[in-house]
């Protein structure tokens, strides 16, 4: 029952987090765009997508006392698949909330390789989210 509270507040967590990172992200875009009104936006379907960082919880333990660059990249890899896996699902209903299509570096238009550093840092973020308050204290 406590596994369960648990992994249920941690998804909640991480969706929190990944929909005010892409509010964040997609704001920034309009710096770039010289729009100072720095509207970011999000779907609904991305909170259900960010909530499932939450299940690295059990990785990012397996990997505790392991090199920073080894975490990140198997963060960013796992990220990578998860966006791919409901990039295509969302995609074959019409529903997906992204099109990186116009990215030379977008594959299947549902991942963009130029993003590895940004899910890189996303997963080391999700990663001290994730991290018992307790075990860091002792």
């Known amino acids: 029952m406590k596994k369960t509270a648990s992994l249920t507040k941690n998804f909640f967590k991480c ?16 710096l770039r765009r010289r729009d100072l009104t ?11 997508i960010y909530g499932c ?5 059990p990785i990012g333990r397996l990997l505790e006392n392991r090199p920073l660059w080894l975490r990140g990249l198997t963060y960013m890899s796992l990220i990578f698949s998860g966006e791919y896996l409901t990039g295509r699902l969302l995609s074959r209903h019409k529903l997906c909330p992204w099109n ?17 550093p940004c899910w890189f840092l996303a997963g080391l973020l999700f ?11 002792d």
């Open 15 to 30: 969706g929190l987090t990944g929909w005010c990172m892409e509010i964040l992200f997609t704001s920034l875009d309009s």
């Open 38 to 48: 720095l509207k970011g936006d999000t779907s609904v379907w991305m909170f259900p």
């Open 53 to 57: 960082a939450a299940f690295m919880a």
């Open 100 to 116: 990186y299509g116009r990215s030379r570096w977008n594959i299947n238009n549902v991942i963009r390789l130029d993003f590895a």
């Open 127 to 137: 990663e001290r989210l994730l991290c018992n308050p307790k075990e860091a204290i």
